[in-house]
């Protein structure tokens, strides 16, 4: 298998990582729907601080859901080199694997596919459980669809640089949220804007211009991060 | 001189509060960046020339301790 | 010298060490000649305005340390790519000297900001563009703060917040275009590159003295702050020690 890092095809090392990603995120399932359920979690806690408001919490609710798909992303961010970088795997990877950034990408898209992916297909509950307008609710899917690339993305090179940092946890929440900053404000900008009943293409464009940003350039800062924090 | 008189300038119009305030953190922060510069570079010295002292006394008493025992 | 060769005397410390004894002087004896009196202009001499009376000379100080504070994160990003692209070790030492400064910086717009904004609009705080995007930035600097203390090896630790002030400079603008789009309040830019100002000279002349005034502050600190940076790291070099011996300057 090592031999194979070095010498196999883009494509075919891309799906080999993948596999290995998603096997033992399966593996430890439990683990890894966390932050989903915490997402569920911190919903119910606004809805209870609202005292169940309909108005309240329907007003507050694109705020609400984006501003919660980011902290649960968090959650989930520093556990996604970690347990690779504790048993050495991570470190053979980047001895060995040539292009270094496909192992990385493969890592990327198994991240998304427990967050991003899965909180835009929970997300209809989430926007019933806040008494979002229901119209609005395929913009909602459209905005966590377009953006969480980029949050996984830049949430990655934030995990790439403190990973094996004690307590790396708080300091990668206060290294990437502020970058978080335009997609949240395109995303939750564009639900509100669905709510009113105006157009939101312009927002749908921007959240994608800023995932094809972040997929262009994140795997080589992480690639670049996860070197520095390897000390090679 | 947009002020008649040293009470108008310090009373600014009502604004003198906010005026001053302002002022006096720019003063401060000013200020601060400077002394530290300064202060920082002046300790370094002085403990780079202690350590060179405490080390060279050492290897003193190290040579003396080697000629006693000759 | 050419580019290239002056490009290359950067690599060793001990050069720039020793060329930059005279710019720390020039730079601050300039910033206090300017500060002096962009300060001296702006609080006495120019009118008051005419909508907010006496307290828009808060700009005199407020406009230059924002500026300061963007240009330093700009500076910040510039050195993290030469430092992960030409492994320059004076490029480090600016990343690491510029992120106080420019964390002091920040944080007196804010404030001066938040103090401007009472009699203003009537509020101490209040999420327009301007604001938001300063209070953003001041997270990424403690953010590049945070990390060199967290990376308990000097050169990573160097080379981790490079790639971050890399990614930080990148997003920047989005940040700021973002934060513009969706909240705006705050007046235009006082100096736009191509139209004219909307201020009287009377009133934005000092306003450029001042922000020319905390560039050499900032050139004279950076300096000052390097020079020290150098004589800590290279300490265990030959030239070091003999210039300590010889009680240098």
Request: net charge positive; glycine share 10%; proline share 5%.
């Amino acid at each position: 298998m090592n031999g194979g890092l070095a010498t196999a095809k883009p494509g075919t090392l891309f799906i080999a990582q993948l596999r290995r990603e998603l096997t033992s995120t399966l593996r430890s399932l439990a683990e890894a729907l966390n932050p989903l359920v915490f997402l569920f979690l911190a919903i119910t806690l606004f809805a209870l601080g609202a005292g169940g408001d309909p108005e309240t919490l329907g007003a507050y609710a694109p705020a609400i859901i984006w501003v919660l798909v980011l902290l649960a992303n968090q959650l989930s961010l520093e556990a996604m080199f970690r347990r690779d970088f504790e048993d050495g795997t991570l470190e053979q990877l980047l001895l060995l694997a040539r292009p270094l950034f496909i192992p990385i990408l493969a890592k990327v898209c198994a991240q998304w596919c427990v967050t991003g992916l899965a909180m835009t297909l929970l997300s209809p509950i989430a926007a019933m459980m806040l008494y979002l307008p229901l119209d609005a609710l395929g913009v909602t899917m459209l905005t966590l669809l377009t953006g969480s690339p980029a949050i996984t993305l830049i949430g990655a090179v934030g995990a790439a640089l403190t990973v094996g940092l004690r307590r790396g946890g708080v300091l990668l929440a206060l290294l990437v949220l502020p970058l978080f900053v335009p997609t949240l404000i395109f995303g939750a900008g564009a639900i509100m804007q669905a709510v009113a009943g105006m157009g939101t293409s312009a927002q749908i464009y921007w959240l994608m211009a800023i995932s094809m940003l972040s997929l262009t350039i994140g795997p080589f800062a992480v690639q670049a991060a996860l070197r520095i924090s390897l000390e090679q | 001189m947009s002020f008649g008189s040293l009470p108008e300038f310090f009373a600014m119009g009502g604004h003198g509060l906010y005026v001053w305030l302002s002022y006096g953190a720019a003063l401060l922060v000013v200020f601060f960046n400077a002394a530290w510069v300064r202060f920082a570079r002046r300790r370094y010295l002085r403990e780079a020339a202690d350590r060179t002292q405490r080390s060279s006394a050492a290897m003193q008493a190290a040579q003396e301790t080697e000629s006693g025992r000759l | 010298m050419t580019l290239k060769e002056f490009w290359h005397r950067l690599g060793s410390p001990r050069w720039f060490y020793q060329i930059s004894g005279p710019f720390g002087w020039v730079f601050g004896s300039l910033a206090m000649a300017l500060l002096v009196i962009g300060t001296y202009w702006g609080l006495a001499v120019a009118p008051p305005d005419y909508q907010q009376g006496n307290s828009f000379r808060i700009i005199y100080v407020h406009v230059p340390s924002a500026i300061l504070a963007q240009s330093a994160y700009m500076l910040m990003g510039a050195a993290g790519l030469v430092l992960l692209v030409w492994r320059m070790k004076l490029a480090d030492m600016v990343l690491a000297a510029t992120v106080p400064f420019g964390m002091s910086m920040t944080a007196l717009a804010l404030f001066t900001g938040a103090v401007w904004g009472k009699p203003t609009w009537g509020a101490w705080w209040v999420w327009d563009a301007r604001t938001t995007s300063m209070l953003v930035l001041l997270f990424l600097y403690i953010g590049l703060y945070a990390l060199r203390q967290a990376v308990p090896r000097q050169e990573a630790a160097g080379r981790a917040c490079a790639v971050l002030a890399v990614v930080g400079v990148v997003n920047i603008p989005i940040i700021k275009y973002s934060v513009d789009w969706w909240l705006t309040l705050h007046q235009g830019a006082t100096f736009k590159l191509t139209e004219s100002p909307s201020m009287p000279p009377e009133m934005w002349l000092p306003l450029l003295v001042n922000v020319l005034g905390f560039y050499c502050f900032f050139g004279a600190n950076l300096v000052g702050r390097l020079r020290l940076e150098i004589l800590r790291r290279e300490h265990g070099t030959a030239w070091v020690q003999e210039l300590m011996a010889g009680g240098r300057t």
